[in-house]
């Protein structure tokens, strides 16, 4: 069964509890009972992506149409020439094909003619000498014995950054269900294409290397990767695949392109932005932090501060957890008065 719904929206679904109670702990969705036995209310809020299980799958769109949302991603990544690469996900309508689709097409083509190459450094044991003899690593493991030998050398190989992070972002896309025929067929060539090199592992902390002339050409496909590998999890058991998701949230992205934007637009204008800057407190006791998304600096004066969401306002109007936050950040970080004859904690008239 699929479930598809946008971003802040939601369904009426029927579903056996085990379903229901998988989808709750996929956490893409809040899941309530709508009626009793197996009538349920599924409901998205800044979330989108996809999630997976047996004989289930739930899938939240974003309320941007898909190139639109590309750009913001892509933006932030790299403010210049990501124009250029969302062409290829205006023919799915769908998020997750979307991406399959689009990330498919640019590692094949960033694999063509042959996946590029690069030194890296390799430690070994050996009967023969290559490369550098690792002294202390031989003395402390072999002491007394001629070989084997402890060595070290600069293999020139196509298991590098780049490449791990295509073949890792192409493997994880293939666990997933419904891929488009054409990008799964593609996908299978990259893997193939890359059978020596180890995939890079899914996680938060994933950064593709810096695109220079060299690897140019893997830029598109370089982005799209770190986005699948940062935002996709596995969950395992007894070595069986039972759940997969591909989620990012929608107020991450949206902070990421103000930041993009406003530091590029605030730069010309002189001070310095700051994103997260969490220094300063609303209590004297320094319980209360403030963390305000984006802040503009001259010097020690805050010039003006950015709070990003990503959510539909009711009626026109700021929700009022939103304007007492803001209020909160303006009154913190406003400038000190300046008051004129003042000294030593007294005022003279």
Known sequence: MMIKLEAWGETIEQLPAEQ???????????????????????KADSRIGIVAGEGWEVR??????????????????????????????????????????????HAERALSPAPIRGYIT??????????????????????????????????????????????????????????PVLARKRL???RATLEEVAPAAPG???????????????????????LILR???????EGQVSSV??????????????????????????????????????DLQRR?????DISWWHGNTCAGVVDAKYKPLEDARFPNADAYQMLAYLHRLRPEPRLSGVRKGRSEK
Do not use: C
Not at 157 to 178: K, M, Q, S
Not at 210 to 224: I, M, S
Not at 231 to 237: D, G, N
């Open 20 to 42: 229901a109670q998988g989808v709750a702990e996929a956490g893409l969705v809040a899941v309530q009972i709508h009626e009793p036995p197996d009538s349920w209310r599924l």
């Open 60 to 105: 939240v769109n974003p309320a941007l149409e898909i190139p639109k949302l590309m750009f913001l991603l892509g933006y932030a990544a790299d403010p210049r020439g990501w124009r250029d690469a969302i062409a290829a996900f205006s023919a799915d309508p769908d998020l997750f094909a979307a991406i399959a689709s689009g990330f498919a097409f």
């Open 122 to 179: 390799a430690e070994d044991q050996s009967t023969t000498l290559r490369g550098r003899l690792r002294f202390p690593d031989q003395i402390a493991r072999w002491p007394g014995l001629p070989i084997p030998l402890e060595i070290s050398y600069d293999d020139y190989t196509a298991d590098i950054a780049e490449n791990r992070l295509v073949r890792g972002a192409a493997e994880l896309l293939l666990r997933f269900p419904r891929i």
């Open 188 to 190: 299978l060539r990259v």
């Open 204 to 226: 938060p902390d994933v950064e593709s290397p810096e695109v220079t002339r060299l690897n140019d050409r893997y830029g598109a496909a370089l982005k799209l990767a770190e």
């Open 231 to 237: 935002s996709t999890s596995i969950t395992t058991l």
């Open 245 to 282: 998701a591909f989620v990012f949230d929608m107020n991450k992205v949206f902070e990421d392109f103000l930041s993009a934007v406003l530091q590029r637009a605030l730069q010309r204008r002189g001070g310095q932005v700051r994103l997260q800057y969490g220094r300063e407190h609303l």
């Open 288 to 292: 209360i932090r403030l963390i305000p």
